[in-house]
């Protein structure tokens, strides 16, 4: 050795440095002190000389590069290289330039295998072998090369726009490295493989990771043991690091097929997972998705890497496969992670879940359904105020509790509109996929782009039966799937309010709308009107009596439309039976009444004798005109409160106020006192009672005390005096004359009168006048009905209670008499019934009680009335 | 060096990133432009006086109302503006086409189908509101309805007399230049009638028309129909093809050679063959329509049902007809666009609702009328629709 060192020192022919080169390199592979020596002799003597001089030397260079093209002479150019960035040479430029080349040449001549050969297989003891094969690996793994020609490029400003060199440029480097690594990916070298590890393994540390794994792509085509050996002398990092930039590298080369057709990309992902399982474990996939999950990746890649992961006939796998369900779904569920992470990752979290769950055991789901691990993630999600989030919970929520085994046929079901969102649909859809393994034909881009050029011809030809042969395939696809293809097809929706998908009536022939309650006088008019609708009229009359009270306390809504409601009202017929029409009605016009008297007063007493009206409107006028009037008098009691009422049912079976109720309770009213008092008389006088004091007072205290209240205001003009007029006028008529009628009318009379009348009202004595000439009239017609009688009977006690002595005495004498002799005659009447005759004995006391105080002026009245010019008037006052 | 390498590191991953993060934004955008904001109308027509019962488009920015009393007006789509109206007819009108530029055929319930010009050259302004009020108020009514030829902007050209005791509009093809109407005495057929001297000039008032075909029924075994409730006629190549709603809920369709559609015969069955007969409603049908290839036919009804009929020229073998329920009963009129994608229908519940073509699944539900909408037409070549409605609206809404 040292004699070719001093041989190489010196100037030496071409030849003899030939035969020199070749008989050095079987030893120079080692990384020995005096090959080292060696080769910086030929660096610093030879290369200058012989490198580039010309063609004749071109074996000469192939000689010097296979000296360099191993471990102690690539260092060593290394070490040259750095010497002349940090030394003070002359023409270091140029030397530093032609190193750079041997560099380069002897970089891309490099043969792994054969400087692994050199050294394994040296006499040199094992541990030394070992150490001297990592400490090449370093080398070439730590990127000494690049870091020296970078720096001597750097150092000296050199521009090598002209050439590149690879042993300055990271991704070559790391390039050619992989592809040498990958060379080896051969058969014979299974059991050398692992050696390599550790340079792979330094490879995929730095930033080429890209470069260096797809260098070794071609190798994953097929089934390779010797990648296989590789791969699992992999550290768990670098088969991670390896998975990732794999499947970001497929990612890519395949995303575009599936933008191009959908049919045709379903089988992507299928042939995608062949493809990984050729040289993976399902083992190595699940072990990359529990760290690497945030990785994007298109859909068709997760699912190749959930349907790779998934199917194993190992039971150690899908304990794995559990194991990395639950790991995920913690953190899926870890309220931090809501919050740490973006939404977009949050979300590729809920896919791979999801598709994952529908490769799992239903046992294992209902374990997962039941755990709190999901009740706590679910109820975290719901409560963000991200809708995707929240939309991502009630997704993941509703696929499990399908396996909470408690009920079958009735799942958890979200019913909001989110979940109706196309995110939601695109979401539920994935665990309806069913992916399987592909041959991985499919992959092929040729087989592809022939597809499409095929369907492209088709398109041009005929586009009318490709269209017809679409619509055809549209009839016969039923299933969600086909669908939901064409969905993507549609066009995008539009959004629909809740209610449409609410079935209406099934029949048509029935009115579908429903009617709403109406909220102003005006719309129940109409809804009044709407005689044809059951529905209209049914909500129109059950809230007619309560709208009409509410409204008439503020505002003039009532009083704008008073007079068409009150026509619509009065002329309203029970079409449909509706229960409790009549009632509603009736109270209906009685609230329209006391809310507005002034207009619908003399409008209902005109409509009620001009109109053509039957028997049983006529009489429900009346009934609303006393009822209005009762409570117009009695303004104070309008309003019970609830908690006082009984339940409806009861409250209408005892309450329901009818015109017989009312005239009952005045005639129990008006006769009490009288009764009581002649009780006294018939008893005779019991002194020592105090109670009858008591009671007396009772009485009397049950009177009425005359005051103003809202009715006597309006009584005599708007209702009293009309009614009279207009009875007056239509007795002639034979339906006005009806005992019926007769009947509601005096009693309504008798209230009107009893109920306005115990106040000072001007209009007195003209409503007096007609009371009683309507009486007489009706005295006159001799009705022999006893319920007319009865009514009539009432009359009377209202005429006798409620208007003062003097005026009846003064005025009305000669009636009061006549009024006296019919009741006389009634009293003794054999026809009249029994209740007739007892009211008419009340009668005649009540008479007889006036007479006693008026009979004289009475008398006087009527005699003075008859013999104006008599002479002997005061004469016969004595009578 | 290091700092390079690190550099370059970033840089890769992010390239990656950036590539993906795009991709996904575009999916992601996708999904949530799904579903897009409510439609509402962007012009409310108001100026019918009573039900508007047919609208009908022209293709220069025309569109024709009429309505129950017969009254018609024509709106100018660029203002918005009415800027002719008339006393049609008498009565109620069932259906009105616009058969050329400015040729519009109007069916009414008064028996009588009628062809009017109108002069838009003439026309220099739009009608005044109060003018439009004075001419609907109907005190004018007959009085119009004789003063026609005295009437330099809108002139009438053809008056016959046809039988429009059903609810059954006419239903009018271009290229065949043929007439279908319900037949003058039994309500369950059909006639055909000519079309060209309904379009020229001389045609007297008082004419009956020419009949081509008529009583043109279902053959079926004794298989009741009712009366006929709807017509549609459509041209595919060299053949004419009819197709008809009746009241038992059938749908039929007739089809000839184009070449004999003109030829006059006794007995309709030297030209026409039924070629479909489906009993696909549950109720009458109200609504027939075909695409634009005549390809599929569509009908809606009294029922909550929309069908889609696939037509095949000369084969009665045809696969069942696609069925979707709209969950709203009460489908008056059904009309496809024609760029074939959407189709629209006028329903009962004053909804009118858009349904894909292909899957006729429902793409958006029109919301704004009070009452019953009546009818609808598409603006050719646009997205406009107009609905027309009992409540004497006319809406406009543009979708897709």
Redesign the interface.
């Known amino acids: 050795m040292d004699s070719f060192k001093n041989e190489l020192s010196k100037s030496i022919g071409t030849q003899r440095l030939k035969e020199i080169l070749s008989s050095i390199q079987v030893h120079i592979g080692l990384p020995e002190a005096e090959n080292t020596a060696l080769l910086h002799t030929i660096a610093v003597n030879i290369l200058p000389s012989f490198w580039e001089i010309g063609n004749e030397t071109s074996s000469i260079q192939d000689q010097l590069v296979n000296c360099f093209a191993t471990f102690p002479g690539l260092k060593l150019l290394c070490a040259r290289l750095d010497e002349l960035v940090y030394g003070d040479h002359k023409n270091a430029a140029s030397i530093g330039m032609l190193y750079l080349d041997v560099l380069e040449a002897s970089f891309n001549k490099l043969n792994l295998k054969k400087s692994r050969n050199t050294i394994m297989c040296s006499s040199i003891t094992e541990s030394k072998k070992r150490s001297t094969w990592s400490g090449f690996t370093f080398f070439l793994g730590n990127?000494g090369i690049?870091?020296s020609s970078?720096?001597f490029l750097s150092a000296y400003n050199i521009s090598i726009t002209n050439r590149t060199y690879n042993v300055s440029n990271?991704?070559k480097y790391v390039e050619i490295l992989s592809k040498k690594i990958a060379s080896l990916l051969e058969p014979q070298n299974d059991s050398i493989i692992t050696d390599f590890s550790h340079l792979y393994h330094y490879l995929l540390r730095?930033?080429?990771q890209?470069a260096a794994v797809s260098a070794l792509f071609p190798h994953l085509q097929t089934y390779s043991p010797s990648f296989q050996n590789l791969f699992r002398s992999l550290n768990p990092l670098d088969q991670n690091t390896f998975l990732t930039y794999l499947f970001?590298d497929l990612?890519?080369k395949y995303?575009h097929f599936t933008f191009q057709n959908i049919e045709d990309s379903e089988s992507i992902p299928g042939a995608l997972a062949t493809l990984l399982r050729l040289n993976f474990l399902p083992c190595d996939f699940l072990q990359w998705l529990e760290f690497n999950w945030e990785i994007?990746?298109?859909l068709f890649l997760m699912r190749s890497i959930v349907l790779s992961c998934s199917v194993s006939y190992k039971n150690v796998d899908k304990i794995k496969l559990k194991q990395t369900v639950n790991a995920l779904f913690s953190t899926w569920s870890a309220s931090h992670f809501l919050k740490n992470y973006s939404v977009?990752s949050q979300e590729r979290l809920t896919v791979y879940l999801i598709l994952l769950l529908s490769k799992l055991d239903r046992e294992f789901l209902h374990e997962c359904s039941k755990s709190f691990l999901f009740t706590n993630g679910i109820s975290n999600r719901l409560e963000s105020l991200d809708e995707g989030i929240r939309l991502q919970g009630m997704v993941l929520a509703e696929i499990i509790a399908q396996y909470f085994l408690v009920s079958e046929t009735k799942s958890l079901k979200f019913d909001v509109p989110l979940m109706a969102?196309?995110?939601a649909t695109?979401l539920k859809s994935l665990t309806e996929l069913n992916d399987q393994f592909q041959p991985l034909d499919s992959l092929c881009p040729q087989v592809l782009s022939a597809k499409n050029e095929k369907k492209h011809i088709q398109d041009g030809n005929a586009p009318?039966t490709q269209?017809?042969v679409?619509?055809?395939k549209?009839?016969?696809d039923s299933s969600d799937h086909n669908?939901r293809k064409?969905?993507i097809?549609?066009?995008?929706?539009?959004?629909?309010?809740d209610s449409?998908?609410?079935?209406?009536?099934?029949?048509?022939t029935i009115s579908?709308?429903k009617v709403d309650t109406p909220k102003y006088i005006q719309s129940l008019c109409r809804l009044l009107l709407d005689v044809e609708n059951y529905d209209a009229q049914k909500v129109a009359i059950e809230t007619a009596p309560e709208l009409i009270q509410r409204k008439s306390l503020f505002g003039s809504e009532v009083k704008d439309h008073a007079k068409w409601l009150l026509e619509i009202l009065v002329g309203l017929q029970n079409r449909f039976d509706l229960p409790n029409f009549d009632r509603l009605q009736l109270s209906s016009l009685c609230n329209l009444l006391s809310a507005c008297p002034e207009i619908c007063g003399p409008e209902i007493c005109s409509i009620l004798f001009i109109g053509d009206f039957s028997l049983r409107q006529k009489t429900m006028i009346l009934s609303s005109i006393a009822m209005a009037a009762v409570s117009l008098a009695n303004d104070e009691e309008r309003f019970e409160f609830p908690t006082k009422k009984l339940p409806q049912a009861l409250h209408d079976q005892f309450f329901s106020i009818t015109l017989d109720k009312l005239s009952f309770d005045f005639e129990k009213k008006l006769t009490m006192p009288i009764m009581e008092e002649y009780q006294d008389k018939i008893e005779g006088p019991k002194p020592l009672q105090t109670r009858i004091i008591s009671r007396q007072t009772e009485i009397e205290s049950r009177k009425r005390s005359p005051k103003a209240n809202k009715l006597s205001k309006v009584v005599d003009k708007s209702l009293f005096l009309l009614l009279t007029n207009g009875f007056m006028m239509a007795v002639k008529r034979s339906s006005f004359t009806d005992p019926l009628f007769l009947v509601y009318y005096l009693k309504t009379m008798g209230i009107l009168f009893s109920q306005s009348c115990t106040s000072k009202i001007e209009g007195l004595s003209r409503m007096v006048d007609e009371y009683i000439i309507v009486l007489t009239e009706v005295c006159r017609l001799k009705v022999e009905t006893p319920e007319v009688n009865e009514a009539l009977l009432f009359n009377f006690l209202v005429v006798l209670e409620s208007t003062p002595g003097s005026l009846l005495a003064s005025q009305h004498g000669k009636s009061l008499l006549g009024f006296e002799a019919y009741t006389q005659f009634l009293f003794n009447s054999a026809d009249s019934g029994e209740k007739v005759k007892s009211v008419a004995a009340m009668v005649l006391l009540e008479f007889e009680k006036k007479m006693k105080d008026y009979r004289t002026l009475a008398l006087e009245k009527i005699l003075d009335d008859s013999s104006n010019l008599s002479l002997g008037r005061f004469g016969l006052a004595g009578l | 060096?290091k700092i390079?390498?690190?550099q370059?590191?970033?840089i890769?991953y992010k390239s990656?990133?950036r590539?993906?993060?795009e991709?996904?934004l575009k999916s992601?955008k996708k999904?949530?432009?799904?579903?897009?904001?409510?439609?509402t109308p962007f012009y409310v027509l108001r100026g019918h006086s009573s039900s508007v019962t047919a609208v009908a488009f022209d293709k220069k920015n025309h569109l024709f109302s009429g309505d129950e009393n017969g009254f018609v007006i024509c709106w100018s789509l660029l203002d918005m503006r009415p800027l002719q109206a008339w006393y049609a007819h008498s009565k109620n009108i069932l259906g009105m086409e616009v058969i050329d530029n400015d040729i519009l055929c109007t069916q009414s319930r008064d028996c009588r189908l009628s062809v009017w010009k109108i002069n838009f050259d003439r026309i220099t302004s739009s009608l005044p509101l109060s003018e439009l009020s004075r001419r609907q108020s109907q005190e004018n009514a007959l009085s119009q309805m004789n003063s026609y030829n005295s009437n330099d902007l809108i002139t009438i050209y053809s008056s016959i007399h046809i039988n429009a005791l059903t609810f059954c509009s006419f239903s009018y093809d271009k290229y065949a230049k043929v007439l279908a109407v319900s037949n003058t005495v039994n309500v369950d057929e059909i006639d055909i009638y000519e079309a060209r001297d309904l379009l020229s000039e001389n045609t007297n008032q008082d004419s009956y028309g020419t009949r081509l075909q008529n009583k043109i029924r279902p053959t079926t075994n004794n298989e009741k129909t009712g009366a006929l409730m709807c017509t549609s006629l459509i041209s595919s190549g060299e053949h004419l093809l009819l197709a008809a709603g009746y009241e038992s809920g059938h749908v039929a369709q007739f089809q000839c050679n184009l070449s004999n559609a003109r030829n006059v015969c006794l007995n309709y069955q030297d030209v026409w063959e039924m070629s479909y007969f489906e009993k696909s409603h549950s109720?009458p049908v109200l609504s027939v329509k075909y695409n634009k290839?005549a390809?599929?036919l569509y009908s809606s009804s009294?029922?909550?049902r929309i069908v889609l009929h696939?037509t095949?020229i000369n084969h009665s073998l045809q696969?069942?007809p696609?069925v979707t329920r709209s969950?709203?009963?009460?489908q008056q009129c059904l009309q496809v666009r024609q760029d074939d994608?959407?189709i629209a229908t006028a329903g009962?519940?004053g909804r009118s609702r858009?349904y894909?073509c292909?899957?006729l699944?429902?793409?958006?539900?029109l919301?704004y009328h009070s009452s019953t909408i009546n009818s609808l037409s598409f603006y050719s070549n646009s997205n406009i629709i107009a609905l027309a409605s009992k409540d004497s609206r006319i809406s406009l809404w543009k979708?897709?």
């Open positions: 990127f690049i870091n970078a720096a990271m991704a730095p930033g080429q890209k970001l990612d890519q995303s994007p990746l298109n977009v969102s196309s995110k695109y009318n269209e017809s679409n619509l055809d549209t009839f016969e669908e064409v969905i097809d549609d066009l995008q929706p539009y959004e629909i309010s449409e998908s609410e079935d209406s009536v099934d029949d048509p579908k709308t | 060096m390079a390498s690190a370059e590191k970033d890769d990656y990133s590539t993906f993060s991709k996904l992601e999904k949530e432009e799904a579903f897009m904001v409510v439609p109720q290839l390809n599929a009294a029922d909550d696939s095949l696969s069942e696609k969950k709203h009963c009460g994608q959407i009962w519940d858009i894909s292909k899957s699944l429902p793409l958006a539900v919301k979708i897709y």
